[in-house]
C-alpha cells in the first residue's frame, strides 16, 4: 500500500478555517482518485471530497461551498481547504488514495491515519 501523511487538523471556532494536507510516499506507478472521509463519534465514515488525476471533484452536500479540495503539481499530494466551519463538521479526517505500485498493479485503496478536527467556541 501507498503510505499516506495527513496533516492541518485541530481546534477552531466555527465560523473559522482549517486547511488539511496529504501526501503519499512509497513505491507509486500512478494514483488515479485521492481524497477525504470523515467519521464523527458514533457514525459511519462518510466521504467529504475525491479529486481525479484529471481533477475532476465531487463534494457531499453538507460541505458544497464551504469546502474545496485540491492536489498538487506532482498528484501525489491532496488538500481541503474548509471554511465557515460548523460544529457539525467535527470529525477525524482520512486522506485516502487509489492507486497502483507497478503498470501491472492492481488499484489499491490506501488510506492515512486520520487528523481530529474539531469545531466549538
Known amino acids: 500500500q501507498v503510505q499516506l501523511q495527513e496533516s492541518g487538523g485541530g481546534l477552531v471556532q466555527p465560523g473559522g478555517s482549517l486547511r488539511l494536507s496529504c501526501a503519499a510516499s512509497?513505491?507509486?506507478?500512478?494514483?488515479?482518485?485521492m481524497g477525504w472521509y470523515r467519521q464523527a463519534p458514533g457514525k459511519q465514515r462518510e466521504l467529504v471530497a475525491v479529486?481525479?488525476?484529471?481533477?475532476?471533484?465531487t463534494y457531499a452536500d453538507s460541505v458544497k461551498g464551504r469546502f474545496t479540495i485540491s492536489r498538487g503539481i506532482d498528484k501525489y499530494t491532496v488538500s481541503l481547504q474548509m471554511n465557515s466551519l460548523k460544529p457539525e463538521d467535527t470529525a477525524v479526517y482520512y486522506c485516502?488514495?487509489?492507486?497502483?505500485?507497478?503498470?501491472?498493479?492492481?488499484?489499491?485503496?490506501?488510506w492515512g491515519q486520520g487528523t481530529q478536527v474539531t469545531v466549538s467556541s
Open positions: 485516502n488514495a487509489d492507486a497502483k505500485r507497478t503498470s501491472l498493479s492492481p488499484v489499491v485503496r490506501s
Open positions: 512509497g513505491i507509486i506507478f500512478s494514483i488515479n482518485t
Open positions: 479529486i481525479a488525476v484529471g481533477g475532476a471533484t
